[in-house]
């Protein structure tokens, strides 16, 4: 039998040691960052530390997906179809694995700028940088962009980070959302040392009533999230902008090099549709 | 347009994306109105072990036990001539409480709703802040809110952290007009709390992740057959959800210019002991109380 016990103060200290006395700023980081690299790099090097760099692939977007598409007949028109066929894309990350044009940390951006969160969709997964919804929008504002995007995850992350280093952004103009799908929380893994911005669908934790009400539970916490999210954007007097979706006909979206996110269409619909509302309001 | 959407306004947006994932799995949220799943499961949790049928719905309740103040084990201290002692020492032989309880499942003065025009102190926590095993006016929020003249909006939650008061605060911040203070009452690590639905029932239940996943013992003594990855992540994920939670309230409290307060007991002793001789007594809640209000800069009288 276990039996220490577990006094708050006393285990944060302990974990902290642990954690090679790294604070909630670098759990957090190390989580983010090695989601970031999920398909692209060995998120278990023991030398990987969180810095700026530029990878190739990203999620699905990785390169045996991308080689195995490439094999397949089928698959293979369509990479020809939409643009894809050795066509390179980088992704340039910063130190806390956002999507940032030329790695650029995020207090390093001076002017005025948009701030976007969201999944997949709006870190831009298998799409060039130029291409994405969050890029377009800030170009047609003429606003710098720092891109919250957190491939495969809601918003806990991300608006984890909004509210606990928000201040490292300067000049927000507006804060937009694009919500990701149902369903996905956060769950930060510690193995061997090393954390791993995780989600519930991936880990152990499969006991029925975890599964079963994982829709449920993900929907209290976007709620709590969105809701970090606004009281960040109004303590900055940025107005903020809540997207579910962009309208279109399906089919005519495009498709990302992965073959599974919307394409450039989509992004460039999503952008008037942004654009136009933040003129409406 | 607003420039910043309401809770109402963004739960709608998701109950529509929601709504158009029908066939993504388990279907709770449709079902299940969220709200009515966030209070339904306080309400659960809130009334455990107590002397009221959990079969019923929720609704506002006045019941005499609760959690680990229940009727089994003061039955069983009584018969034990040491803890029968400790009983009549601290006072608790014929002294009857009585836990009253919204429809939404938090202690409340008179079965109150929290529907609060009036100036008041939002008070969240674990079961230390509810008052398992104590009369509410013994309680360290209602010795504060007593002392300052305010309403007391106590959003304390045995066996849990601040996962869904946070939630419930966030989401009914309007039904609170005046709000003058919020304080937390820091909670036991570990507790990442857990809404469990059923399709075919029409009510939720909160659990934590570390019951479900199958852990057993108290929050200081995990069965050894749990796995020790599994206790350290529930414990690292609980304390970045926890920090988050603070912080958002402590945001919110800035956004609405009042004063926000977050308090470790640790080193605060108790000489008394409640009902259940599990938790702290009423001397640890007077102290506690006096603290608070020397750090809201009011004079101690308590």
Aim: hydrophobic letters at 35%; charged letters at 20%; proline letters at 5%.
């Amino acid at each position: 039998m276990d039996n220490r016990t577990y006094d708050w103060q006393e285990w944060l200290n302990t974990q902290s040691a642990k954690f090679d006395n790294r604070t909630d700023q670098d759990m957090l980081r190390m989580a983010l960052f090695t989601n970031s690299l999920h398909g692209s790099k060995d998120i278990w090097a023991p030398d990987l530390t969180p810095e700026p760099m530029v990878t190739h692939w990203n999620g699905l977007d990785s390169e045996q997906r991308y080689r195995a598409n490439s094999n397949d007949p089928v698959q293979r028109e369509r990479l020809a179809q939409w643009g894809w066929l050795d066509r390179k894309i980088e992704y340039e990350i910063n130190s806390w694995g956002f999507r940032s044009a030329g790695c650029r940390e995020v207090e390093d951006i001076d002017g005025p700028s948009v701030v976007t969160l969201g999944c997949s969709f709006t870190y831009g997964t298998g799409l060039p940088y130029e291409s994405t919804w969050p890029y377009l929008v800030s170009k047609q504002l003429g606003l710098d962009l720092v891109n919250l995007g957190t491939p495969g995850h809601g918003l806990e992350l991300n608006s984890h980070w909004l509210l606990t280093q928000g201040h490292r952004i300067k000049d927000p103009q507006f804060v937009i959302v694009l919500i990701p799908p149902p369903g996905r929380m956060t769950w930060i893994e510690e193995v061997n040392g090393r954390l791993i911005g995780n989600t519930f669908s991936m880990t152990h934790l499969h006991h029925p009533g975890i599964i079963a009400n994982l829709e449920l539970n993900a929907f209290l916490n976007y709620v709590k999230n969105i809701e970090t999210i606004r009281l960040w954007a109004q303590s900055r007097n940025a107005p903020l902008h809540v997207f579910t979706g962009f309208a279109g006909k399906q089919g005519t979206f495009g498709l990302a090099r992965d073959l599974c996110h919307n394409g450039e269409h989509w992004h460039r619909l999503g952008c008037e549709q942004i654009v136009q509302r933040i003129k409406n309001s | 347009m607003e420039l910043y959407p309401t809770p109402s306004d963004y739960t709608q947006y998701l109950q529509s994306t929601l709504n158009s994932h029908q066939n993504h799995g388990a279907a709770t949220a449709e079902f299940i109105p969220l709200s009515h799943a966030l209070s339904s499961g306080v309400w659960f949790n809130n009334i455990a072990l107590s002397d009221i049928d959990p079969s019923i719905n929720p609704m506002p309740v006045r019941m005499n036990w609760c959690g680990s103040d229940n009727r089994t084990e003061y039955d069983q201290n009584l018969r034990d001539p040491v803890q029968h002692a400790r009983l009549q020492q601290e006072g608790w032989i014929d002294n009857p409480i009585v836990y009253e309880l919204n429809r939404e499942g938090w202690r409340s003065e008179g079965c109150r709703e929290y529907d609060i025009p009036e100036p008041s102190l939002i008070v969240l926590g674990c079961s230390f802040t509810y008052g398992t095993g104590l009369h509410l006016h013994q309680t360290w929020g209602h010795k504060v809110s007593s002392q300052l003249g305010l309403t007391l909006v106590n959003l304390g939650m045995p066996g849990h952290s601040l996962d869904l008061n946070t939630a419930w605060l966030m989401m009914n911040q309007q039904r609170i007009a005046q709000p003058q203070a919020v304080i937390i009452c820091e909670t036991p690590p570990t507790r990442i709390s857990w809404l469990l639905g059923d399709i075919a029932l029409p009510n939720a239940y909160a659990h934590t992740l570390l019951r479900l996943a199958g852990a057993k013992g108290t929050v200081s003594n995990y069965d050894t057959s749990t796995p020790s990855w599994l206790i350290d992540n529930i414990k690292l994920n609980s304390a970045v959800n926890y920090y988050k939670n603070r912080c958002l309230v402590e945001q919110w409290a800035k956004l609405l210019g009042i004063k926000f307060l977050h308090f470790n007991s640790s080193g605060v002793s108790a000489k008394t002991l409640a009902r259940d001789l599990a938790h702290y007594g009423e001397d640890w809640h007077s102290t506690i109380a006096g603290k608070v209000l020397e750090q809201l800069g009011q004079k101690e009288n308590t």
